[in-house]
Nanobody
């Protein structure tokens, strides 16, 4: 079992940056592929970024590619999402997720561990 807790969300102006963290406990982060998703009220959960178990492969949604960077530090059991050039449409609750497998996964159904989420609000 893995417990995930996100932090680092907040209010930022358009064009600004935020760095989200996801701290894992209960199991080594190095045994799971990880991802970031976001959700706004009334909409389905949206894939943002994924990283494989070893940290050697990453994937991004088209909407964030070139602006967001996913990374992991398995020694600190922490996942990160660096978000630059933020846009109003990036406003959402961001959640980290852990898979039981080792690859790159874009579907929420491929993840079994979820954090509660952290709110990111971008003002225009």
């Amino acid at each position: 079992q893995v417990q995930l807790v996100e932090s680092g969300g907040g209010l930022v102006q358009a064009g600004g940056s935020l760095k989200l963290s996801c701290a894992a406990s209960g199991r080594s982060l190095g045994t799971t592929a990880m991802g970031w998703f976001r959700q706004t009220p009334g909409k389905a959960r949206e894939f943002v970024a994924a990283i494989n178990r070893a940290g050697t492969g990453v994937a991004y949604s088209d909407s964030v590619k070139g602006r967001f960077t996913i990374s992991r530090d398995n020694t600190k059991n922490t996942l990160y999402l660096q978000m630059n050039s933020l846009k109003y449409e990036d406003t959402a609750v961001y959640s980290c997720a852990g898979s039981q497998y080792y690859g790159l996964y874009r579907a929420p159904g491929d993840y079994v561990y979820w954090g509660e989420g952290t709110q990111v609000t971008v003002s225009s």
